[in-house]
């Protein structure tokens, strides 16, 4: 689409009289200030015709100082979002100097291409005039591309250290074993104790190491949608959670109403298994413990979520628990990799769902997340 940058807008020029528009910008203060700016500015009269512009204008929008001379801003802004402007400039909070503005519209520079920036708009009542300040905005697509480049660096970085890390930890507790078998009757007591130490965060260090390996494949992995149904894949919990529940006598009570759903069946099963795991974990040693699997249908989604009756955790940590390794301070003596709940939000957000977790501390804790239906 081609743009005339030299039509100068009809409303500017039925209201504009720029032989009887005068500034004071003989100081040469105020002049060097202006035009030092690092970030592209105008001086506007209040009918929006340009006054004056600073280098950086000029520079940025690769325009001649010649082609500015009466005309309006309006003339550089595509006329689609020309409106937006007329609408500020007609604001009375604005000319007041009572209320600044700010506008997102598409710039024309001197080449004839578009331009999303953002302008910033303030009444200077010592030149009766307006200035506006011009800044560039990036694109969505530059910015999810950006986003999308970091994600995959990051991934492959947890990959790399995880895969790095399982010959050493295996080595250590292969060592470690040993130790204990050979000098079984030589250890003291405290020498035991030192090795089992060894042993036990060896065991903590690999738990860790398999799921952020279990992370990182998850994020990169293409879903294989197919229907899947919900009762089978917490039955299917539930019995290989049989021991872990009924060492703690707890009660785990699945909607019997469960909807099938297209997912992958296997990261739908990871989610499930996980907040499970986790309330099992954490329900500590309440009274007839009980976990609950609910679920709503809404319009556009469906809401699931995992409610336990333990001790809950605070409010300050409830997003953070959501962080790689992060874990609730009241938690941190029960063995855990804190990764979990990593886990199952990167999985939601990867269907275009989302996860929250609601606790009151004392009373339990809940995990929602949403499908998209």
């Known amino acids: 689409m081609d743009f005339d940058i030299t039509k100068t807008s009809e409303l500017a020029r039925s ?7 005068s500034l004071p910008l003989s100081d040469s203060y105020f002049k060097t200030l202006f035009n030092n700016l690092l970030i592209p500015a ?133 060592f470690v074993k040993l130790l204990l078998e050979c000098f079984d009757k030589k250890q003291s007591p405290e020498e035991r104790h030192f090795i089992e130490r060894i042993q036990k965060n060896a065991s903590r260090l690999n738990e860790m190491v398999q799921d952020v390996l279990q992370f990182s494949r998850l994020s990169q992995k293409a879903p294989q949608l197919e229907i899947v149904s919900l009762i089978q894949v917490l039955n299917n919990i539930k019995v290989e959670s049989f021991f872990r529940l009924n060492e703690k006598k707890i009660s785990l009570k699945i909607a019997e109403d469960l909807p099938e759903v297209k997912l992958d069946s296997e990261e739908i099963s990871i989610i499930f298994q996980n907040l499970i795991d986790n309330a099992i974990k954490y329900i500590g040693d309440t009274r007839e413990p009980e976990i609950e699997v609910g679920w709503e249908k809404r319009p556009r989604f469906y809401v699931f979520w995992v409610g336990d009756n333990g001790p809950g955790v605070r409010e300050k940590t409830h997003d953070l628990l959501f962080n790689m390794f992060e874990r609730a301070d009241s938690t941190k003596e029960i063995e855990g990799t804190g990764v979990g709940l990593a886990i199952v939000k990167g999985i939601v957000e990867k269907y275009g769902g989302h996860v929250r977790l609601t606790s009151t501390y004392g009373k339990g804790t809940k995990v929602y997340f949403t499908i998209p239906i």
């Open 15 to 21: 209201k504009a009289d720029v032989s009887d528009f």
């Open 42 to 174: 105008v001086i506007l009269q209040p009918c929006g015709t340009i006054y004056y512009a600073n280098n950086s204008f000029f520079k940025f929008f690769d325009l001649e100082k010649a082609r500015l001379i009466k005309s309006s801003l309006l003339d550089y802004i595509t006329s689609s979002t020309q409106d937006g402007l007329i609408r500020l400039l007609d604001e009375p909070n604005l000319l007041k100097g009572a209320k600044p503005a700010s506008l997102s519209c598409r710039f024309i520079d001197g080449n004839q291409t578009t331009v999303d920036v953002e302008l910033s708009l303030n009444w200077i009542q010592e030149i009766e005039g307006i200035l506006v300040l011009i800044e560039k905005k990036e694109s969505c697509t530059e910015n999810a591309s950006t986003s999308q480049k970091d994600t995959e660096e990051l991934e492959n970085l947890f990959y790399m250290i995880s895969h790095n890390l399982k010959s050493p930890i295996v080595s250590i507790q292969g």
